[in-house]
Each structure stands twice: as structure tokens, then as C-alpha cells.
């Protein structure tokens, strides 16, 4: 595992790698996300608790997630206090409904995602629901335009996002921090 080491102490600590934090936008008459996580940099999945997703809601609550999952958060460095990225799952909805493009990803990143958090909860997402999500995924990477992709393609890949939105409220963790 790499790490940096602080070269101003001779009780240098280890700097083990880092978090980002990302945002789940889930309601789509709220331009804020609801949920948070912590994304590890070294394995780019979300942290888990007994291998359920950490969730959190708000930015400052991150410490006490990993604390939940038993991490020390002081053995890292600063934990983020905004997400770096947002799950736009309303948008990625919408998008697939009735949006023309994706100019800037939004399905996209929601797709690829979900699917890392699929991959850190070990759910059982159906083969079908993979493929159709890895090939709008595929479609998506190379050229914005929804509309190219077929209505029964859009229609399963929004019915496989609703899945996993729905499985990862029942594998997830609230955490709240002790000081609200």
C-alpha cells in the first residue's frame, strides 16, 4: 500500500492514502445531494460498514463514518469537507426520459457510480441489468447522444439504476455523527 510520510518530525506518523467524498443526488427537486460517502483512493469503493455502503448526511459526519467503519480518521489526511463528486441519480433518470445528450456525463458517471458501489456491497445485480447498464455505459463514453440509444435500452438501464438505488437503501449504513 503506498504511503507519504511527514518530513518535518522525527515522529513522522504515516499518511495513508486519502478519501474523496461523493455526493448522492436522489430527489430531483433538491440540487443538493441527500446522502454522502467516502470514496477510498486506493481501491476507488466506497467505504463499508460490515460490507454495507457508509452512508452519511452530512459533509462534516465523514470522520464518524469511517470511525463506524473502523478506521481511524486521524490516520489520514484531511478528510474532504465538500463532495468532489455528485451521483446525480434524478438527473441520470430524467436524462434517460427524456433528455436528447449527456452532454456533460451525468448518466455516465451515475452508471459507473453505482456500479463501484455495487462491486463493494457484493449485491447481486442481475447479468441482464449489468450488460444493459455496461453497454448504455459503452454508448455514453463515446458519444453523448441519448437519443441513439434504443427506448427498451434506456427503459431497462433506468429500471436496473432504480434496483440498485433501492438495494443500496437496504445495504447501507446511516451514520450520524455524536455531536448534532
Known sequence: MPT????????????????????FRIQPDSEAPQFYCLISAESELP?????????????????AALRAAGVDPDSYDPLPSEPAVICDVAGALFRLESAPSDADAVILNCINTLLDCVKATDLNL?????QVLHAVADHLTFSRDVEAIRVEERDSARDAILWIVGALAVRSCLVRSSVQ
Open 4 to 23: 507519504a510520510t511527514s518530513s518535518n518530525s522525527t515522529n513522522a506518523r504515516k499518511r495513508l492514502p486519502a478519501f474523496e467524498m461523493l455526493g
Open 47 to 63: 467505504v463499508t460498514i460490515a460490507n454495507d455502503v457508509a452512508l452519511f448526511l452530512h459533509p462534516e459526519d465523514a470522520a
Open 126 to 130: 442481475s447479468e441482464s441489468s449489468r
